[in-house]
């Protein structure tokens, strides 16, 4: 059996010549592996990370395979640094045919940004918002949006008064709750983008429980060794599984015209209860724009969501 992510996701006849790709954290683990498969197939890929060195080895792999490919670092703690992310993939680029919102991580102290708001909900949630807001004019017309959720999000309900001040979540339980909002964020992009008259799609993934992908530094105690004793254990999800889910989402024909669906297992599957409320969702779409300053993206066009909106 192949270790290819194309292969795992039925998708090496797919032929991505002429489109380009960005995928968000991809110096490393399930977006390094995605990013290369993308340019296997022929995309032409815009590799994002904070390390320049293992963001230019992952170019120069890319490269070596025929395609264009090219390294831009901007740190997810950081709005002005995502809004210059976004200005570069605009000047460079003439339009994104996948979006990747893969970057993310677990920040276990409660710490805040400059926003004041808890590291990972920003890192994992404000700032793939805002990157994919910013770029919202300049996908194309059949555009697809991957976003990396997690079947943690089941561990959480939405509470964004836990998200500033002295009561923020931490740990695991920020992780869960940023989840959740990766899960509704894509849920109600989909939905505006329908309503908008939109055909870009946005889709929502689980790549599994993935040891090696650097995850299992931030788990608290015993848990990171655990994790990595996982790796020789047969059926533990790997990285190129993972980034099969990347790929099968925002590549396979079976996914024509899916969106606003959670994937998990090369197929759709039902997230939670909470992340399938839709007022929840549209709380979070209001919330975010506020958190970052910013007009309500997408907004609504008939009077009574206008009203919920203001």
Same mark, same amino acid.
């Given at each position: 059996?192949?270790?290819?992510?194309?292969?795992?996701?039925?998708?090496?006849?797919?032929d991505?010549?002429?489109?380009?790709?960005?995928?968000?954290?991809?110096?490393?683990?399930?977006?390094?592996?995605?990013?290369?498969a993308?340019?296997?197939?022929?995309?032409?890929?815009?590799?994002?990370?904070?390390?320049?060195a293992?963001?230019?080895?992952?170019?120069?792999?890319l490269?070596?395979?025929?395609?264009a490919?090219t390294?831009?670092?901007?740190?997810?703690?950081?709005?002005?640094?995502?809004?210059?992310?976004?200005?570069? @993939?605009? %000047?460079?680029? $003439? *339009?994104?045919?996948?979006?990747?919102?893969?970057?993310?991580?677990?920040?276990? /102290? +409660?710490?805040?940004?400059?926003?004041?708001v808890?590291?990972?909900?920003?890192?994992?949630?404000?700032?793939?918002?805002?990157?994919?807001?910013e770029?919202?004019?300049?996908?194309?017309?059949?555009?697809?949006?991957?976003?990396?959720?997690?079947?943690?999000?089941?561990?959480?309900?939405?509470?964004?008064?836990?998200?500033?001040g002295?009561s923020?979540?931490s740990?695991?339980?920020a992780?869960?709750h940023?989840?959740?909002?990766?899960?509704?964020f894509?849920?109600?992009?989909?939905?505006?983008?329908?309503?908008?008259?939109?055909?870009?799609?946005?889709?929502?993934?689980?790549?599994?429980?993935?040891?090696g992908?650097?995850?299992?530094?931030?788990?608290p105690?015993?848990?990171?060794?655990?994790?990595?004793?996982?790796?020789?254990?047969?059926g @533990?999800? %790997?990285?190129? $599984? *993972?980034a099969?889910?990347?790929?099968?989402?925002?590549?396979?024909?079976r996914v /024509? +015209?899916?969106?606003?669906?959670?994937?998990?297992?090369?197929?759709?599957?039902?997230?939670?209860?909470?992340?399938?409320?839709?007022?929840?969702?549209?709380?979070?779409?209001?919330?975010?724009?506020?958190?970052?300053?910013?007009?309500?993206?997408?907004?609504?066009?008939?009077?009574?969501?206008?009203s919920?909106?203001?």
């Amino acid at each position: 059996m192949s270790d290819r992510p194309e292969e795992i996701a039925g998708v090496a006849d797919i032929d991505c010549g002429g489109q380009t790709a960005l995928v968000t954290g991809s110096t490393s683990g399930i977006g390094r592996a995605a990013a290369l498969a993308l340019g296997r197939l022929g995309a032409d890929v815009v590799v994002h990370g904070r390390d320049t060195a293992a963001g230019e080895s992952v170019v120069e792999e890319l490269t070596q395979t025929g395609v264009a490919a090219t390294f831009c670092e901007a740190d997810f703690t950081s709005v002005e640094a995502v809004r210059d992310l976004a200005a570069t @993939v605009r %000047s460079e680029t $003439d *339009g994104l045919d996948v979006l990747v919102n893969n970057a993310g991580g677990l920040f276990r /102290d +409660g710490t805040t940004t400059g926003l004041g708001v808890e590291t990972t909900f920003h890192v994992n949630h404000l700032s793939p918002y805002l990157l994919t807001t910013e770029l919202l004019d300049h996908l194309t017309d059949d555009a697809r949006v991957v976003t990396t959720a997690s079947a943690a999000h089941t561990a959480a309900t939405l509470d964004l008064e836990r998200v500033q001040g002295r009561s923020v979540n931490s740990g695991l339980g920020a992780y869960s709750h940023s989840k959740l909002a990766n899960v509704l964020f894509t849920a109600e992009l989909a939905r505006r983008l329908d309503r908008a008259g939109s055909n870009v799609t946005a889709n929502s993934i689980h790549p599994g429980a993935i040891p090696g992908t650097g995850f299992g530094r931030f788990l608290p105690g015993p848990l990171p060794g655990l994790l990595r004793r996982l790796e020789v254990v047969p059926g @533990v999800t %790997s990285v190129e $599984d *993972g980034a099969a889910e990347i790929l099968f989402v925002g590549v396979s024909p079976r996914v /024509d +015209g899916v969106s606003g669906r959670y994937f998990t297992g090369l197929g759709p599957s039902e997230p939670s209860d909470a992340a399938r409320s839709l007022s929840a969702a549209r709380r979070l779409w209001r919330e975010s724009a506020r958190l970052l300053d910013i007009e309500v993206p997408l907004p609504e066009t008939d009077g009574r969501a206008m009203s919920a909106e203001s």
